[in-house]
Structures are given as structure tokens and as C-alpha cells.
T-cell receptor, first 113, second 116 residues
Framework: GNSVTQMEGPVTLSEEAFLTINCTYTATGYPSLFWYVQYPGEGLQLLLKATKADDKGSNKGFEATYRKETTSFHLEKGSVQVSDSAVYFCALSDRQAGTALIFGKGTTLSVSS | GAVVSQHPSRVICKSGTSVKIECRSLDFQATTMFWYRQFPKKSLMLMATSNEGSKATYEQGVEKDKFLINHASLTLSTLTVTSAHPEDSSFYIC????????????FGPGTRLLVL
């Protein structure tokens, strides 16, 4: 079946540090991949997505590349800010199989100044 | 952008009572709405998928008689937790898809339910 595995948190970084949050997936079809972010007290927001292999999604300085050969979609940012502190969820949607979003367990990022 | 609201944002109730949570799409019509449950330090667990005007499809292990879902219009879905017990305490989140494309979902801010 389809599933998403992302690195356990929490991740604690200083401002301007480099961020990587690992995400790998298993899917029987051709999934679209997503990163969602949940700021404290708010609902989930789509951060970025990629719909096919080798696509790169990017938004707000965050990037993730759809790697079919390694079944990965790692989230990266070159220089994090305190305002990036949130919970990040990796997710997939397998349109061919007709599934809705399947989420990873979430990774909490805490950035200090 | 597309906005989804939930009401109430927080509710405390006594064991045995029923609680209704509303999910509204404010500026678009949602043909499909989803209800999730989020446990502490856990991912979102999909509870059910509802399409406007038809019965909800529940995920395995979710009691449909306990978690009643109604999607009566293209902008409103409700989740009623019947005869709530302390183990039902959780964070409930809804999302809505504007055009029936399951991967396009806009999320509500969530409802914190505490059953005493």
C-alpha cells in the first residue's frame, strides 16, 4: 500500500542554518508529492508540490525534488528564520489509485534567534 | 485564496453528550470534504470522505455510527461525535476540495475536543 515516512523530530536550528527534512514514500502508482506546513494554532497550508519525477517544487525559499529512483521528496531551505518554526508534513496522493492525501507523521521545526 | 473555517475551534463536553463540528468552505464550492483526526505527535488520520448529497465513505476502523458526517450542501459538512467519551478527545481537522480533485485540499484550522 501507499505510505509516507519522514524523519522524526523535533528539529532544532539556529536562525540562518540549513534545513533538511527527509521524506520517503512507497506507492503502487504514480503519486503526486506534497509538503504541508502547520504553524502554531493554524490549519495546514500547502507549502509546495511536485506531480512527476524530477519536478522541483519551491515556495518561500523551501525546495523539494521528486526523486523516483530513491522514492524521496526531501524538504530543504538554505537559511531558516524564526518564523519558519512549525510542523511540516510530507504527503502523497496517488491519482491513479484514486486515493486522497496520505500524510507522514510530521516533523516539528524549532528555529531560535 | 480558498478559505475553510471550522466551528467551534475548541469544545469541552461531558462524557455521554454529543458534539457537532461544522466545516465551511467560505469562498468556493466543495464537492468533496474530508475529516481527519490528529493525535499528539502523530500524523493526520483520515476518518472519512464525504461528497455533497451522498453518504460519507469511512476509513477502516472508524465507527460510522459514532462519527456522523453530513455534507448537505456544497459549502457545509458537519461531524457529530455521538455519546462522546474521553478517548474521543482529539484535534479534528476538515479539508475541502473545490473541484473533486482529491489532491487539492484546503484545510480548516481544526477543532480541539476535550471530553471530561
Amino acid at each position: 500500500g501507499n505510505s509516507v515516512t519522514q524523519m522524526e523530530g523535533p528539529v532544532t536550528l539556529s536562525e540562518e542554518a540549513f534545513l533538511t527534512i527527509n521524506c520517503t514514500y512507497t506507492a503502487t502508482g504514480y503519486p503526486s508529492l506534497f509538503w504541508y506546513v502547520q504553524y502554531p494554532g493554524e490549519g495546514l497550508q500547502l507549502l509546495l508540490k511536485a506531480t512527476k519525477a524530477d519536478d522541483k517544487g519551491s515556495n518561500k525559499g523551501f525546495e523539494a525534488t521528486y526523486r523516483k529512483e530513491t522514492t524521496s521528496f526531501h524538504l530543504e531551505k538554505g537559511s531558516v528564520q524564526v518564523s519558519d518554526s512549525a510542523v511540516y508534513f510530507c504527503a502523497l496522493s496517488d491519482r491513479q489509485a484514486g486515493t486522497a492525501l496520505i500524510f507522514g507523521k510530521g516533523t516539528t521545526l524549532s528555529v531560535s534567534s | 485564496g480558498a478559505v475553510v473555517s471550522q466551528h467551534p475551534s475548541r469544545v469541552i463536553c461531558k462524557s455521554g453528550t454529543s458534539v457537532k463540528i461544522e466545516c465551511r468552505s467560505l469562498d468556493f464550492q466543495a464537492t468533496t470534504m474530508f475529516w481527519y483526526r490528529q493525535f499528539p505527535k502523530k500524523s493526520l488520520m483520515l476518518m472519512a470522505t464525504s461528497n455533497e448529497g451522498s453518504k460519507a465513505t469511512y476509513e477502516q476502523g472508524v465507527e460510522k455510527d459514532k462519527f456522523l458526517i453530513n455534507h448537505a450542501s456544497l459549502t457545509l459538512s458537519t461531524l457529530t461525535v455521538t455519546s462522546a467519551h474521553p478517548e474521543d478527545s482529539s484535534f479534528y481537522i476538515c479539508s475541502a476540495s473545490p473541484a473533486g480533485v482529491l489532491e487539492t485540499q484546503y484545510f480548516g484550522p481544526g477543532t480541539r475536543l476535550l471530553v471530561l
